[in-house]
C-alpha cells in the first residue's frame, strides 16, 4: 500500500460518519446521502469495510432506474385502508391448539423460505444465575434482594431499558394491598405482574436463565416488537397483556398499551402510565360483575384511584404527550400503534411511502402464506422482494423510516416465510436510526418467538 493509499485509508477509518452499504461502488449522487455516509477509497476496499453486509442479497448488478411500471407515485397511506377489514386482523393469529414450546428459530440474513419451523430446543444444561450476570456488569447486590434503589440499574442491566416512576409506583401499591403476595395482588381482576417486575421476587438473585440474551425474550409475546414491554397479563385465554412502548429505549415510554396474541396483532395505546391503564381495566371488569363479586371491584378501584390521587398521578386516558405523539406517527403499520421517526416535513427526508398499500401487501402476504400449490408461492415472493429493494433504496436516501415501517409490518403479519426478511429489515433500520436495544431484543426474540401464554424464562429454585 502506497503512502497515499495508506493516508486515505486512515482517513476512512477515523471518518465518524456511517459507512455506505454499497462502498466504493455506491451510485449515489444526492448530496445528503454523502453528508450522512461514508465511502471507502476505491482500492483495498475490503479492508475497508469491515462490517457485514445486513442482508444476504447478492447485488451482482448496478440498482437501475426504476420503469415507468414500477410504483413509483406515493399510495394511499394506510388510513385509507381502515374500511379493509383485513387491515385489522393479523395474518397468522395463534390458536389455542398450537404447540406451547413452539418456536421460529432464526439468524440474521437468513433467507430460507422453509414451512416448517426449527422448534427450539434448550441443548444447555449449564443456567446461569441472575447474580453472575449481575456481577458481570459490575452490580453487586449484597443483600438476597434487590431493593428499589438498585431495581433500575438492574433492570437496565437486563432487559435494556429503564423503567419510568409510575411502574415503581404501581409495585408501592400491590405491595399495600397484598405484601405477601404483591404479583398477585390484583387476582380478582385477573392481572399479574411480571417481566421486570420479576426482579422484586424475593428469590430472584439465585435463579437462572439459559443466558443473558433469553432475558429479552421474557413475558415477551409473539407479536410484541421491540418497541413494546410487557409488564403486566391478564390471566384469560385471549392473551390480553399490557406493556410500555417506547419510541426510544433510551426515552421514557410514550403509553402504556395492550395485546390479545391469540385474537391479533394490534396493540393499543391505553394510557399514559399503568395506573390509569388498569383503572380501565377494572372498570371494563366491573361493567360485567356479577353482585356477588361488583363490591370487591369496587373497592380495589377506590383504593387505585385515592393511591393515584395521593401521590398526584393522572388517570387521564390521552393526555397532551400522547397526542402529541400522534401528531410525529410517519406510518400507522400492521399494529396500529405506529412508528415515530426523524422527519423533516419541509425536505420530507425521514420517511417515504411503502411502494405498495398496506391492503396491498396484505394481499401478497396471504400469497405467501396459503398459496394454492407450493410453487405458487414464489410470484407473490418476487413481489415482497420488488417492495424490499425499493424500501432500502429509501434508506439508502436517508429515509430510514420506511424500513422501519416494512420490518414491523412483516414482524406483525405473523408469517413464518418472511421472518427473516423481516428480522434483516430491522436489523437496517435499527442501525440507520442507532437503537441497538432494540436491535438485541429485535435478534434475541426471533430467535425463538413462541406461540405460547406462558412465557418467562426464568428458572426460580
Known amino acids: 500500500m502506497s503512502d497515499n493509499e495508506e493516508t486515505q485509508f486512515k482517513a476512512y477509518r477515523e471518518d465518524k460518519r456511517i459507512p455506505c452499504r454499497y462502498g466504493s461502488k455506491c451510485y449515489q449522487k444526492n448530496l445528503t446521502h454523502h453528508e450522512k455516509y461514508k465511502h471507502p477509497p476505491a482500492k483495498d476496499v475490503k479492508k475497508a469495510n469491515g462490517t457485514k453486509r445486513m442482508c444476504k442479497r447478492s447485488r451482482k448488478k448496478d440498482i437501475k432506474e426504476i420503469s415507468n411500471d414500477s410504483p413509483e407515485k406515493k399510495r394511499q397511506k394506510e388510513s385509507n385502508d381502515a ?10 393469529v395463534i390458536n389455542d391448539n398450537d404447540n406451547e414450546n413452539n418456536c421460529n428459530h432464526y ?84 392481572l399479574q405482574l411480571v417481566g421486570p417486575y420479576d426482579v422484586f421476587r424475593e428469590k430472584f438473585l439465585s435463579s437462572t436463565v439459559e443466558h443473558k440474551e433469553a432475558l429479552l425474550r421474557h413475558w415477551r409475546y409473539y407479536y410484541d416488537p421491540p418497541e413494546f414491554q410487557t409488564v403486566i397479563i391478564d390471566n384469560g385465554k385471549d392473551g390480553l397483556h399490557y406493556g410500555y412502548w417506547r419510541d426510544d429505549a433510551s426515552l421514557k415510554p410514550a403509553f402504556v398499551g395492550k395485546n390479545k396474541v391469540n385474537v391479533n396483532c394490534l ?108 410453487e405458487a408461492r414464489k410470484t407473490p415472493m418476487s413481489k415482497l422482494e420488488e417492495v424490499i429493494r425499493l424500501a432500502i433504496i429509501a434508506a439508502d436516501e436517508c429515509d430510514f423510516g420506511t424500513v422501519l415501517e416494512l420490518g414491523h409490518d412483516l414482524f406483525s403479519s405473523g408469517v413464518s416465510y418472511v421472518q427473516p426478511k423481516a ?39
Not at 83 to 92: D, M, R, V
Not at 290 to 298: S, Y
Not at 429 to 445: G, M, S, T, V
Open 423 to 461: 428480522l434483516n429489515l430491522l436489523t437496517l433500520a435499527y442501525n440507520l436510526l442507532q437503537k441497538p436495544q432494540f436491535l438485541d431484543i429485535a435478534q434475541a426474540h426471533l430467535k425463538c418467538r413462541r406461540k405460547s401464554l406462558d412465557l418467562s424464562v426464568i428458572q426460580f429454585p
Open 267 to 374: 396493540i393499543e395505546p391505553v394510557a399514559e402510565n399503568i395506573f390509569s391503564a388498569v383503572d380501565v381495566h377494572i372498570g371494563e371488569k366491573l361493567k360485567l360483575a356479577t353482585p356477588f363479586n361488583k363490591l370487591q371491584l369496587t373497592q380495589l378501584h377506590q383504593r387505585l384511584k385515592s393511591f393515584a390521587k395521593e401521590r398526584k398521578i393522572t388517570l387521564e386516558k390521552k393526555t397532551t404527550s400522547m397526542e402529541a405523539r400522534e401528531m410525529q406517527v410517519v406510518a400507522r403499520t400492521f399494529h396500529k400503534a405506529g412508528i415515530v421517526v426523524p422527519y423533516n416535513k419541509e425536505t420530507q427526508l425521514g420517511y417515504r411511502d411503502l411502494a405498495v398499500s398496506k391492503s396491498e401487501l396484505q394481499t401478497i402476504l396471504k400469497q405467501i402464506e396459503h398459496p394454492p400449490v407450493p
Open 107 to 190: 439468524e440474521v440474513g437468513e433467507e430460507s423460505t422453509s414451512s416448517t419451523c426449527t422448534e427450539y430446543v434448550n441443548t444447555s444444561n449449564n443456567q446461569i444465575s441472575i447474580r453472575s450476570l449481575l456481577k458481570d456488569g459490575q452490580i453487586n447486590i449484597e443483600t438476597d434482594e434487590i431493593l428499589q434503589t438498585d431495581a433500575q440499574k438492574v433492570i437496565s442491566h437486563l432487559f435494556l431499558v429503564e423503567m419510568p416512576e409510575d411502574f415503581f409506583q404501581f409495585y408501592e401499591f400491590c405491595k399495600n394491598i397484598s405484601d405477601s403476595d404483591s404479583f398477585n395482588a390484583l387476582k380478582n381482576v385477573h
Open 83 to 92: 374500511t379493509n377489514k383485513n387491515a385489522h386482523s393479523p395474518l397468522s
